[in-house]
């Protein structure tokens, strides 16, 4: 079971990875990309508010990332599939790193305490 959990959650991030590749790469149009199994197209509208800090106490709005892919990731330490997503996360941060891609982590459940001993 768990081999399964992280195969899946490896394909995931390929689906993304590749996707991101793909929509650098090609200048055809969104409405004419065949969109991959399992994944919905949007309506254009922009993505909802998000304003927090940071782990250094900065602020961070999303809206600030505009014109930019952005991978907004909800998680715990206490969450079993978080646990696993985190190394995958980690190797796309750094396949990604000269990208315009930027890596969101939010964890607003818990103290900064328990997230920096996760991390």
Sequence with gaps: MRYR???????????????FLFAGI?????????????????????APELKLNNMDSEPFDLSESKGHWVFVHFWASWCR???????????????????????????TAETDDAVFSFL
Excluded: H, W
Excluded at 5 to 19: C, E, R
């Design 5 to 19: 959990y992280q195969k899946s959650v490896t394909g995931f991030i390929l689906t993304l990875l590749t996707l």
């Design 26 to 46: 090609n200048n055809i149009s969104a409405a004419t990309q065949t969109i991959p199994k399992g994944l919905i197209k949007l309506d254009g509208r922009p």
């Design 81 to 107: 599939p978080c646990r696993y997503e985190m190394p995958l996360i980690q190797k796309m941060s750094s396949i990604m790193e000269n990208t315009s891609l930027e890596i969101v982590l939010v964890n």
